[in-house]
Structures are given as C-alpha cells and as structure tokens.
C-alpha cells in the first residue's frame, strides 16, 4: 500500500439469516457473536471500516463489539448483496480502494486482508482471494470500478463486475492463511465451532 493511500473496508453483513433461521450475525461462536471475527480481521488490517447491516440493525448493533467500524444501515438490504455492497461504497467516499469482506466467514482473518492488499499492482483493477483456485473474499476493488460497482443489482455482488472481460483482476492464493467456509445454517456454524475448538465432527 502506497503511502498517503486511502484504503477502506467494507464488511457486509445485511442479511437476514433466512436459512439459518434467525440473525446469524449474533450467533454465538467460540462465545462471541459470529460478525465479530469479520470485524476483528478487518480493525486489524484497516484504520477504517465500513460495516454495512440491513435485518435487525439495531439487534445486531447492541450485541456486536463494532470495534471502531462506523455502520451503515442499507434500507434495501432485501435487494441482496448488491445493494448492501453500494452502500458501503457510498459511506466509504473518496478512497483509492475498497476490501471487501463478508461477516459470516470467520475464518478469514487480517492475514488474508493483508495479503491481498500486498498483491495490489497499480494494473489489476481487483484483487480476490483464491481458495484451491475457487474466487472467494477478501476482494480490493479499485476506485476505478466504483461507478460500475455503484450500477449493480440484485444478489450478486462485485463478481458480475469482475467477470468482464475489460476489467483485469489478480488472484492471490489464500488457503494456507484463511478458510472460506462461510455460515449459512447452524450445522455450519456446528462445523465452525468444531474445528475453533478443535474437536472431530
């Protein structure tokens, strides 16, 4: 990162836990509150950082050591994750770059952060996280993709960007520092718990 760089990041964390059944962000694991773990890696990486929630904002808000983020409530979370990721680009403003990182994925940490932040090249307008060559999160996102970025819609986040052939994107292998394995029902989170304790199963 280039001195006098402006670089935000963006932890999203809107949804409504629909398939999990209730509001996964304050599920507890490890004896704290699930979304604390994207926050951890993200204070520890970034000096600023943007968490966007939508479902039961304020629930979330009360449970959650923000640990310094400023929160940014998406009034059309229900729109999906596009809607969620421009609004935290509309509360980051004026910046170089974006990381974007998601709040059920606990196991991503600073290091993975850090890392793809080191493979930024001043070519590739992204930068994500590959995992056994699968894309995942953490993702830079260029200032120069921010207008289309901010045209989106629906539930697919900055990967139909991305996928154009006009925008270059570099992939960092992460496996070996971070886990994409995210929450998305409590067998999941069971799973997560297990391998945090170290227990089988």
């Known amino acids: 990162m280039a001195s006098g760089e402006r670089i935000g990041g963006i932890v999203l964390a809107g949804g409504s836990g629909t398939r ?6 304050i599920a507890e694991l490890g004896g ?17 950082v943007v968490l966007v ?34 609004a935290g680009l509309r509360a980051l403003g004026d910046v170089d770059a974006a990381v ?22 001043g070519d590739a307008l992204a930068v994500r996280a590959t995992y056994d060559g699968e894309p ?4 830079v996102l260029e200032r120069e993709l921010f207008p289309r ?33 995210d929450v998305d029902s409590p067998a999941d989170l069971r799973r997560i718990e297990a391998r945090l304790t170290g227990r089988a199963g």
């Open 53 to 86: 929630l939508g479902a039961r904002a304020d629930e979330v808000r009360e449970r959650v050591d923000l640990r310094g983020a400023e929160v940014v409530v998406c009034a059309d979370w229900e729109g999906g994750m596009a809607e969620t990721l421009k």
């Open 149 to 181: 970025l901010l045209k989106l819609s629906g539930d697919v986040g900055a990967r139909a960007v991305l996928a154009s052939a006009s925008v270059r994107v570099r992939s960092v292998p992460c496996e070996d520092v971070a886990d994409r394995a």
């Open 20 to 25: 999990f059944g209730g509001p996964k962000q």
């Open 32 to 48: 704290r509150p699930l979304l604390d773990y994207a926050l951890e890696a993200a204070a520890a990486a970034l000096d600023r």
């Open 136 to 139: 995942g999160h953490p993702v």
């Open 100 to 121: 974007v990182t998601l709040g059920d994925q606990p196991l991503v940490g600073a290091a993975a952060i850090e890392r793809v932040l080191a493979a930024r090249d």
